[in-house]
């Protein structure tokens, strides 16, 4: 339950989680609560173990996970946990006189006639609708007839026989073996019976996977219950909440970051009211509570962004899963590009597979061809066998999407004479040159600079964009393709509102055009026209030191050709590399990531990482770099005085970047074969940290499962 408790000078929103007879703390030292909030507990039990599980297996704050876990409208004491809204009711009074008494007020007769029906109260919106205006009803008042009172909103449930506003979709085969296994149907009385088990439906892109959802969540709806869909992001992929919202006569609450606190809390009140039928949202919506759950969706689930990588850093999809078995309902994790965790748990039998191999509706995967880059001919930066295929493509009336991942005009500014190059002052990073306005821009802290005419270094006025941005290529294809249009959609093209769903529309009708895009355009969308997907530039993730990164690169460039050939037009992919025979290229060639697993797997249970072991990252940071080393030396040395034998502790290391945001980052990988050996050592470890004697002079955090080593 929310209680108001003093803190220091202040009293803060806190939440009572146990109680307890006795404690070890002095009694002088404990403080009394202010008053309780509420008069229902805040949270369902449900997300109350969810909370304690993420605290003990994160090794993070109760405070900091209570208060991921509340929408943010309900830190504020004033903000009632269930909505009160104004209803008015006839009074006692008001039974015992005849309506003739008010005859020449019709409108009151009429006001008071409505009410005597409805004995409960009606609110005032309510009663607005019906044309009763408050004059009226403050008449009535003066008069002591009828009441004004704060009561709680109550919500209409849906109905569970007319669920659904269009027809679905004939399944394929395996479409329909999935829902039947989500939904266990195959039990002898033929009554599907909704309980924990984890499905990974890992079906090739465009294969129907949102097909499949919506078929199973039908079930779901109509046994009277709610289901709950994660995706990576909704403001990107308008398309997949109208797809919802198209299908089901149900109310579909969308949970992002464009509502403000009081919309989120709206939503997260009909949720757990029962009254929201569909929630779809993004990591955070993890916690929204649900009054008969029904079912769990993680779309994507390979994607990183269901990892929150500050403050309490948990994995969305890992505690979904934790969710879904405390509730005791089945979740399914879908993607065309598992995880290798997802991959690993689904061999051991811990989830089942449901594999969709096919395009739905007919329509083929894209072929795909790799152009070396060595020594090709190029003009305005792109190789001219790729230009013939684009004019090509453009004269059948096709669209193209062109993807490179990386925005602005050119990633390096260099001078011609001595060799300078733009760095951030406050980072190991080189700083991005923007055309549009003209700047530099470090994208790892934001810092931005204007541009110098000359060289700090040598003076020199020959400064020269190297390397390609988007915007370059914008340019560059605008030259080469004068009569086509380009549609840029990055970060900086939609910074204005509606000004992504402009751009989408434009593409949605279908003329021939080409499309430059980041990452923004890899995953979620349909885009029935584009036949031709080129990728541009892949190779510095080929190479990075991120155990994980071909996986992400397999994932990235498999997401972005999954765009090409979605209708009936047959799909290319052209990648341009330098490095063609990369072992990554070379088995995504076949359109094949399970080679591509058999490749990079092997390599993972020879060092010992994820999959195959597990780990957490100790990182720490500080003002000066030798402080963050002999910090986390420190850390070190406590680790090895403690007996765990079976936990190896890697490092201290500079991060990859080491110094950031003016801060320099060192970090220690904990690492063992058994995931209880590992939080063990973790509990023992943490309790040590903290008297250290550097310990305060650096920001020091604990990374359970990491998924990015920056
Ligand atoms: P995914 O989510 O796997 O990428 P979608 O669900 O978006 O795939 O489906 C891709 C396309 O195939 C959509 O246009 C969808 O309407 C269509 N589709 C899906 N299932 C079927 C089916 N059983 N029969 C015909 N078309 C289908
Ligand atoms: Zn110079
Ligand atoms: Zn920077």
């Not at 709950?228 to 992002?256: D, K, S």
């Not at 879908?334 to 991959?343: I, W």
């Amino acid at each position: 339950m929310r209680a108001l408790v003093p803190f220091g000078k202040r009293n803060v929103v806190g939440v009572i989680t146990a109680i307890l007879s006795h404690t070890d703390i002095a009694v002088n030292k404990l403080k009394p609560i202010k008053r309780l909030l509420d008069e229902q507990p805040a949270l369902p039990p449900s997300i109350l173990t969810l909370c304690n599980w993420g605290i003990q297996y994160y090794h993070h704050s109760p405070g900091d996970v209570f208060k991921n876990a509340l929408p943010l409208a309900l830190r504020n004491e004033s903000t009632p946990l269930i909505e009160l809204v104004d209803t008015w009711q006839i009074s006692t009074k008001s039974r015992l006189i005849e309506l003739a008494s008010l005859s020449r007020a019709p409108k009151q007769v009429n006001a008071l006639t409505t009410l005597r029906n409805h004995p409960n109260g009606l609110t005032q919106t309510l009663l607005a609708g019906l044309d009763i205006k408050s004059p009226t009803l403050k008449a009535l008042r003066d008069k002591g007839l009828v009441e004004l009172h704060k009561k709680e909103q109550s919500y209409a449930n849906w109905a569970t026989d007319s669920v659904l506003r269009e027809t679905c979709l004939t399944l394929n085969e395996q479409q329909q073996h999935a829902v039947n296994t989500v939904l266990n149907t195959d039990q002898p009385d033929n009554d599907s019976k909704l309980s924990f088990a984890t499905f990974l439906l890992n079906g090739v892109t465009g294969s129907g996977k949102t097909e499949v959802y919506l078929q199973t969540i039908e079930h779901v709806l109509k046994a009277g219950k709610q289901a709950l869909v994660l995706v990576p992001e909704i403001g990107l992929t308008p398309q997949t909440l109208h797809r919802f919202q198209q299908r089901f006569n149900v109310p579909v609450l969308a949970l992002h970051s464009n509502l403000t606190a009081n919309q989120r809390l709206s939503v997260w009140r009909q949720a757990n009211a029962g009254s929201a039928a569909i929630i779809i949202g993004t990591r955070s919506a993890l916690f929204t509570p649900m009054k008969h759950p029904g079912l769990i969706i993680i779309d994507e689930e390979h994607d990183l962004s269901y990892k929150q990588q500050d403050g309490f850093r948990y994995s969305a999809r890992d505690m979904a899963i934790v969710r879904a078995k405390i509730e005791d309902i089945p979740i399914i994790l879908g993607t065309a590009t598992p995880s290798f965790e997802s991959l690993h748990n689904a061999k051991e039998g811990r989830y089942y597979a449901l594999p969709l191999t096919q395009r739905a509706g007919g329509a083929k995967l894209p072929t795909f061809e790799i152009t070396d880059l060595r020594k090709a001919e190029l003009k305005n930066g792109l190789c001219k066998t790729l230009i013939r295929s684009m004019k090509h493509e453009l004269k059948q009336g096709n669209q193209i999407l062109f993807f490179l991942n990386r925005r602005g005009y050119s990633p390096v500014l260099m001078c011609h004479d001595c060799g300078w190059n733009a760095t951030c002052v406050m980072c190991d990073a080189r700083m991005t040159y923007h055309r549009q306005p003209t700047h530099l821009h470090c994208h790892h802290c934001d810092y931005q600079s204007r541009i110098n005419q000359h060289c700090p270094e040598c003076n020199s006025t020959d400064l020269r964009a190297i390397g390609q941005g988007t915007e370059r290529v914008d340019e560059n294809l605008s030259e080469l393709f004068p009569k086509t249009r380009i549609i840029r959609i990055d970060r900086d093209t939609t910074r204005r509102k509606e000004a992504l769903e402009n751009h989408l529309k434009q593409v949605n009708t279908g003329e021939p055009c080409i499309l430059i895009g980041t990452q923004m355009l890899a995953k979620g969308h349909h885009f029935p026209h584009v036949t031709l997907v080129v990728i541009s530039d892949i190779d510095s993730g080929l190479f990075a030191s991120d155990f994980r990164a071909t996986e992400h690169t397999a994932q990235l460039i498999l997401q972005v050709a999954g765009r090409a050939g979605r209708a009936e037009k047959p799909g290319k992919v052209i990648l341009q590399s330098h490095n063609p025979e990369h072992m990554v290229l070379q088995s995504l060639q076949q359109q094949n990531y399970s080679a591509f697993i058999q490749h990079a797997l092997p390599e993972r249970q020879l060092t010992g990482l994820p999959p195959y072991g597990y780990i957490a990252m100790l990182r720490a940071e500080a003002a000066h770099a030798d402080i963050a080393s002999r910090f986390l030396e420190q850390v070190v040395e406590q680790f090895n005085n403690m007996t765990s034998q079976t936990v190896e502790a890697w490092g201290p290391v500079p991060a990859l970047m080491m110094r950031k945001a003016g801060r320099f980052r060192y970090q220690v990988m904990l690492r063992s074969n058994n995931r209880l050996f590992l939080h063990k050592a973790i509990a023992e470890l943490l309790p040590r940290i903290e008297p250290l004697p550097d310990s305060r002079k650096v920001r020091w955090h604990l990374d359970v499962d990491p998924v990015q080593l920056d």
